[in-house]
């Protein structure tokens, strides 16, 4: 869910700004520094997503991809997220031997 709305909070921010920008005569400075500044949170969100699917997050590197990559990523986003698995740490409810 994360995920979806972090995309559809971007295009809503972005398509404003193209369209706005181009006839008002600034060129596109606002679309491309909200571009620049949203680049590492994309990432960071995109590598959740897939993780979040079971995937591995070097999967990303598909981007570098022109066309097949992103159609690839956007079907591993598609996949349904999994359950979360138990880990050992703090609070586990496995126990290791003791000797």
């Not at 559809?8 to 620049?36: H, M, Q, R």
């Not at 994309?42 to 997503?49: E, P, W």
């Amino acid at each position: 869910m994360e995920f979806w709305l972090f995309i559809a909070l971007n295009a809503l921010i972005s398509l404003p700004l193209k369209l706005i920008a181009d006839p008002v005569g600034i060129g596109l400075i606002p679309y491309d520094v909200f571009g620049y500044a949203i680049i590492i949170p994309s990432l960071a969100v995109a590598v959740r997503r897939l993780r979040d699917g079971g995937n591995s997050p070097w999967l990303i590197i598909f981007l570098l991809l022109p066309l097949i990559g992103t159609v690839v990523l956007i079907v591993l986003w598609l996949q349904r997220s999994q359950e979360p698995t138990a880990q050992r740490g703090v609070g586990s409810t496995s126990h290791s031997p003791t000797t």
